[in-house]
């Protein structure tokens, strides 16, 4: 896919921040002055259907959010609802469980937008 910099600078933006959703106007909060409005929201819209991010409906916040996703259709998603911390998670058991479902149940999971809402292990101890 070609990339432009603007294009470039919003992915380095997602790939540093992997533990985090952005609504559309965080980001253009965040580039206010650098990338206008109308950009990123084209250049959202293409990192998605290019498989880059990923936009999810948060319905705690009530908006669309989106996220890095370059290497997500292989696991799930742990969000905690406390600080919004997005946890990959890569594990054996996760790879069971998905191979369970289809196995067992004839179920096939789209890990790539599959998500566990809890609480994260900060959030947790904070409590």
Known sequence: MYQTNHQK????????????????QAL?????????????????????ENKMVRKSYNDMKK????????DCENHLHLICKECGKIIHLKCDQ???FVSHLS??????????STM??????????HA
Request: hydrophobic share 35%.
């Open 63 to 70: 908006s669309y959010e989106y996220q890095y996703a370059l």
């Open 116 to 125: 566990i809402f809890g609480v994260c292990e900060g959030c947790k101890s």
């Open 103 to 112: 196995n067992q149940h004839g179920f096939l999971i789209d890990q790539r």
């Open 28 to 48: 253009i909060d965040r580039f206010q002055g650098q990338i206008n409005k109308a950009t990123i929201y084209r250049k959202l819209h293409l990192l998605e």
């Open 94 to 96: 996760t790879s069971s």
């Open 9 to 24: 600078i919003i992915l380095d933006f997602f790939k540093s921040h992997q533990d985090q959703a952005f609504t559309a």
